[in-house]
């Protein structure tokens, strides 16, 4: 499907969110898009999931705007940060989200929970980018390249022996719908289902499927 070229403005006036200043851009579908990070978006992010590195700049990232279908059936806006080469298959992935009605609880910049990874998990948030390290690690996370994304996070936890992140997801530490007593056993991504076979299909690979430790929510790519 041909992306067209636009100024990255919002799509209507009556969004949530602020106007920002048009930069070069594409949209994919009405309500996905994708652009440049504006002076505004610089703005929300620098200091938080943002500081000057040497490994990523702004001009490695894209500000992508979505729709998506929250657990109660309602329509909303979202917003991620993305490194530019996977924007694409951002916009196209949660596109197909939205069509399917696959629930998310909310999508905003990490940055509305101050880059806290725990405040943003507890929200049960999915998000992008965030410049930071592994858990656990003195390495940097691919999120810190705007090159993984974590998808409800407090139903899809990161489990490492018997730590669990976030601890309100402890609940979803057991992975089998049918034995799970969390209130959204169904949604739990597994492996092989509609949502996996989707980032799959992009190029994606799952935490799910690491040995070590398993980082449910969470899909990367290289």
């Known amino acids: 499907m041909t992306i ?14 602020p106007q920002i200043t048009p930069s070069s851009g594409a949209v994919y579908q009405e309500g996905f898009s994708y652009c440049e990070i504006t002076p505004f978006i610089a703005s929300r992010i620098e200091g938080k999931s943002y500081r000057e590195n040497p490994d990523i700049s702004l001009a490695d990232l894209r500000y992508v705007r979505i729709k998506y279908i929250d657990f ?11 490194n530019r080469r996977i924007a694409r298959d951002t916009v196209e992935i949660f596109y197909q989200l939205y069509r399917h009605k696959y629930p998310l609880q909310e999508v905003s910049l990490i940055d509305d929970y101050g880059a806290s990874d725990d405040r943003s998990m507890e929200a049960n948030n999915t998000a992008a980018f965030n410049y930071r390290k592994i858990t656990g690690s003195t390495s940097l996370s691919r999120h810190a390249y705007g090159m993984a994304i974590d998808i409800n996070p407090l139903i899809n936890p990161y489990v490492k022996g018997k730590a669990v992140l976030p601890a309100g997801g402890n609940v979803y530490a057991q992975r089998s719908a049918e034995k799970c007593t ?30 070590s430790v398993k980082d ?3 899909f990367e790519k290289e």
């Open 182 to 211: 969390g209130k959204y056993a169904s949604f739990m991504i597994q492996r092989g289902d509609f949502i996996y076979k989707l980032f799959m299909e992009h190029g994606f690979t799952w935490g799910g499927d690491w040995r």
């Open 4 to 17: 067209c070229l636009v100024s990255c403005l919002l799509l209507t006036s009556t969004s949530v969110f």
């Open 72 to 82: 109660e059936g309602n329509e909303k806006d979202g917003e991620l940060i993305v």
């Open 216 to 218: 449910y929510q969470h």
